[in-house]
């Protein structure tokens, strides 16, 4: 759906929709239309009980005194505690709420209404933002859906009385949207169609950006030392690939940010087989890396002033006569060894090598990693936030900042000394699973933080968030494409030029 900005003003026809402020009503436009209305808006609102909470709607078709097809109200909530994120829902809501009423364009009036703390532009470019956000629908293999269900919404204009200033604000959130978009296209496609292979040529398109990009295929990563990926995707027809993907924004030379990403494309658990039902959801335990593309986009398309690579790790995860066998022992990157108990604990594998390269071959000034990585973490944090690991106390109240701004948050849970003793192996350096039923998502974290040294780091578990079953305010049922705006805000906060 495309997003317009237009001069505060009533159109003269069509789908309109109205902002109302809870407490205050409606604003001078709204105030306008009533009257020439001859108050109807007043007696509607006045009959269904209306008063304006965020995201309450009203509708009114064909009205009396006027030659709209329909109006829409929409509340605001109380003007003085309007933030970016329900400016955002605010969008989102009139989205959904027009997209299927059958006409092509809209337009919303978002007039000044009193005591209001967002500036007229901001509030406005957070409106399309949420609407543009929400508007997203994978759809391209339906070939029979019925016509009432299909969207027919394609552009909605928001009138607004710094139309110009909003244009420009809405810019580049529009490019972080497309980096969403990306995103949830990627971790919505079929396995038979994203696999090692096909995710990164999509990774390589971004060079259309001024992304530089770069794709190691078997024999590279064999060379390199990279046994604990490798032996992940060894019982796979779909050979497996390391990406990596630099943004240089910044100062010439100055060390990268570096964000790392986890991307299974299919994981049927290899030998250690997961059962049948919901294994079709494993589509999308690639959601890490995803994120990570995404990211790129994002900060490419908005020309973020930061040095930046990302770093995505693809195998399948297949259960053949060549797969990985629990209790074979592979040797990472590092040099240290993995006895691998579970070949279903195979995100920690190929994040292990990935990591490492990372953080030897860049030098960053911080690591971030973004992995469907454990079911335990939906079991402790449910589908609301994603686990935070970290050995970076900065980083971390940093990375918590830019979640409760984006709405993409996340709870810090413990590392320690008493939880990595759990992997400790007597046949190799470390095992890749700990106890059976204990803290199986810390298990994962200390895991990882074996392969960072030094660097400030923190992993994100995002099992719980990747994906949807119902529709939110900005984000549709599906892929979410969580993480995007939150590191994206990371980065414009904390690391921008």
């Not at 109205?18 to 006045?46: N, P, W």
């Not at 293999?141 to 110009?164: F, G, I, V, W």
């Not at 059962?275 to 890396?289: F, I, N, R, V, Y």
Request: hydrophobic share 40%; charged share 25%; net charge neutral.
């Amino acid at each position: 759906m495309k997003i317009a900005y237009a001069q505060n003003a009533l159109p003269q026809s069509g789908v309109l929709a109205i902002t109302v402020s809870q407490g205050r009503g409606l604003g001078s436009l709204g105030a306008e239309l009533d009257q020439k209305s001859g108050g109807a808006l007043a007696r509607a609102m006045e009959a269904g009980r209306y008063t304006g909470k965020a995201d309450e709607t009203l509708t009114l078709l064909a009205p009396g005194g006027t030659e709209y097809a329909r109006i829409l109200l929409v509340g605001i909530g109380a003007a003085e505690k309007v933030t970016d994120l329900t400016a955002q829902s605010l969008g989102g809501t009139v989205a959904a709420s027009l997209a299927r009423a059958g006409d092509p364009d809209a337009t919303l009036v978002l007039d000044g209404h009193d005591g209001l703390v967002l500036a007229p532009a901001t509030f406005a470019a957070n409106v399309g933002y949420g609407a543009r956000l929400r508007s997203y629908r994978f759809d391209k293999y339906r070939t029979k859906e019925p016509k009432d269900q299909k969207p027919t919404l394609k552009k909605l204009t928001l009138a607004t009385t710094e139309h110009s200033a909003a244009k420009k604000a809405y810019g580049k959130l529009e490019k972080i949207a497309d980096g969403v978009f990306l995103t949830r296209d990627v971790v919505s496609e079929p396995p038979n169609v994203i696999y090692p292979e096909t995710l990164s040529e999509r990774c390589l398109a971004l060079t259309e950006l001024g992304v530089k990009v770069e794709v190691l295929d078997e024999k590279q990563m064999k060379k390199l030392g990279m046994g604990a990926l490798l032996g992940v995707g060894q019982g796979s027809a779909k050979p497996p690939r390391l990406v990596i993907m630099r943004w240089d924004g910044g100062e010439k030379g100055a060390a990268p940010l570096a964000f790392v990403g986890k991307g299974v494309t299919f994981d049927t658990g290899g030998i250690s087989i997961k059962p049948a039902a919901g294994m079709e959801d494993m589509k999308w335990d690639m959601a890490g890396s995803g994120a990570v593309i995404g990211l790129m986009a994002a900060l490419a398309g908005r020309k973020a002033k930061a040095n930046v690579v990302g770093v995505v790790a693809l195998v399948e995860n297949m259960p053949d006569g060549n797969a990985q066998r629990p209790g074979d022992v592979v040797t990472s990157m590092s040099g240290q060894t993995i006895e691998v108990l579970n070949t279903d604990a195979e995100g920690r594998l190929i994040l292990a090598d990935a990591l490492w390269y990372t953080q030897a071959t860049f030098k960053p000034r911080f690591m971030v990693d973004l992995a469907t990585l454990t079911g335990a973490i939906i079991v402790s944090l449910g589908n609301e936030h994603a686990g935070l690991f970290s050995n970076n106390d900065e980083l971390s109240q940093r990375l918590t900042d830019a979640g409760l701004k984006t709405g993409e948050t996340l709870w810090r849970l413990p590392l320690g000394a008493a939880y990595d003793k759990d992997i400790d192996c007597d046949v190799a350096d470390m095992k890749n699973i700990g106890s059976p039923g204990k803290a199986g998502s810390i298990i994962g974290a200390v895991f990882l933080q074996r392969f960072v040294n030094d660097v400030p780091w923190a992993h994100l578990d995002i099992a719980g968030t990747a994906w949807t079953k119902k529709d939110g305010a900005t984000v549709p049922k599906g892929a979410s494409g969580y993480g995007v705006r939150l590191l994206d805000r990371l980065v414009a906060d904390y690391y921008e030029d």
